[in-house]
């Protein structure tokens, strides 16, 4: 069965701080990762996007990372603000899925809180 | 806005009572999901609709639930006879059919059930 798991479940740290999310993922055949941002109350909002090639994509001050031989991804964010404060999901998409149920598989999510 | 929309973005309904939620996809987006998502957990998948065809549902999907999307464009998610287990955070995302298949989600339609 494919699976994701986040960690940590949640992390508080001080504005300015850095911080890294983690996800491991088993789901085989591979086809993408994508980390979402989930501000409370809203819907998921798009971070990164990475394909079996790349190891590494920014969208300013976050940085995915992707080891596709271990399957473990991470998010890193750089110089937190307050506004940071989210949740984030890792979710892992699997190939020739034809876009199904089957296609995508979410995390939990990592709760992030920024304090000042 | 060219985003995903959703409409209401709150609902508090009694117990038993029908409800109905709408979905606008961004324009070209061909496919569309419906996902619930409650407190600490991740959005967990409903149904898909490649264009008006709905093409797959979830275990989750009891005949309580029906979603249409009858020109490809708008879709509707109805709950019959809501339970307190129904509420949640119902989620509605649109994709294009490209090898990514990125999902844009709306804001969510959070359903209280007294």
């Known amino acids: 069965k494919n699976q994701v798991e986040q960690s940590p479940q949640s992390l508080i740290i001080l504005e300015g701080k850095n911080c890294t999310l983690q996800?491991?993922?088993?789901?085989?055949?591979?086809?993408?990762l994508r980390w979402y941002k989930q501000d409370t109350g809203r819907g998921p909002v798009s971070l990164t996007i990475?394909?079996?090639?790349?190891n590494t994509k920014s969208n300013g001050r976050y940085t995915a990372t992707l080891d596709a031989d271990t399957k473990q991804s991470s998010l890193h964010i750089t110089a937190s603000q307050l506004s940071d404060s989210a949740s984030y999901i890792c979710?892992?998409?699997?190939?020739?899925?034809?876009?199904?149920?089957?296609?995508?598989?979410f995390g939990k999510g990592t709760h992030l809180i920024i304090q000042p | 806005d060219t985003g995903v929309s959703q409409d209401p973005r709150h609902k508090i309904t009694k117990r038993g009572q029908n409800v109905t939620f709408r979905c606008d996809p961004i324009s070209e987006h061909n496919r569309l999901y419906w996902y619930r998502q409650t407190l600490g957990q991740g959005p967990e998948f409903l149904t898909y609709?490649?264009?008006?065809?709905?093409?797959?549902k979830s275990r989750l999907l009891s005949d309580r639930f029906s979603a249409e999307r009858p020109k490809g464009s708008f879709s509707t998610l109805e709950i019959q006879r809501t339970e307190q287990g129904d509420s949640a955070m119902y989620l509605c995302?649109?994709?294009?059919?490209?090898?990514?298949?990125?999902?844009?989600f709306g804001p969510g339609t959070r359903l209280t059930v007294l």
């Open positions: 979710v892992v998409s699997e190939l020739n899925s034809g876009g199904g149920a089957d296609g995508l598989t």
């Open positions: 996800c491991n993922y088993t789901v085989s055949p591979f086809s993408n």
């Open positions: 609709f490649q264009n008006e065809a709905q093409l797959e």
């Open positions: 995302a649109s994709a294009l059919e490209t090898s990514t298949d990125t999902q844009y």
């Open positions: 990475m394909t079996f090639s790349e």
